[in-house]
């Protein structure tokens, strides 16, 4: 069993910045493959970011809107993926979850087995 919690979501005016924290406990995560979705009100969760392993050695997957403008980190040491996301728009306001052991594809959020609690992100025009 794995548990997650986010950490890092706040209010932000259009164009700054906020780093999300995920941290696993219980063991550690539990597959290779830990993303971030988000979920505004009245819409359907939707992917954000992954990172996992390969054999090609880590990747990053990115939705297009959020290309270039976040980025996903892994710290197996610390047991924490991080999302930094920068040049914020008031689109990206959502509650952003963390989420692990995907049984499908990684942009599939109805295949992860476990998810933290959510943590809101509010950005300001």
């Known amino acids: 069993q794995v548990q997650l919690v986010e950490s890092g979501g706040g209010l932000v005016q259009a164009g700054g910045s906020l780093r999300l924290s995920c941290a696993a406990s219980?063991?550690?995560?539990?597959?290779?493959?830990v993303a971030w979705f988000r979920q505004a009100p009245e819409k359907e969760r939707e992917f954000v970011a992954a990172?996992?392993?390969?054999?090609?050695?880590?990747?990053?997957y990115y939705a297009d809107d959020v290309q270039g403008r976040f980025t996903i980190s892994r710290d197996y040491v610390k047991n924490m993926v991080y999302l930094q996301m920068n040049s914020l728009k008031p689109e990206d306001t959502a509650v952003y979850y963390c989420?692990?052991?995907?049984?499908?594809?990684?942009?599939?959020?109805?295949?992860?087995?476990?998810w933290g609690q959510g943590t809101q992100v509010t950005v300001s025009s």
């Open positions: 990172v996992a392993n390969t054999w090609t050695g880590r990747t990053a």
């Open positions: 989420a692990n052991d995907p049984r499908r594809d990684y942009r599939d959020y109805e295949g992860y087995l476990y």
């Open positions: 219980g063991r550690t995560f539990s597959s290779t493959t």
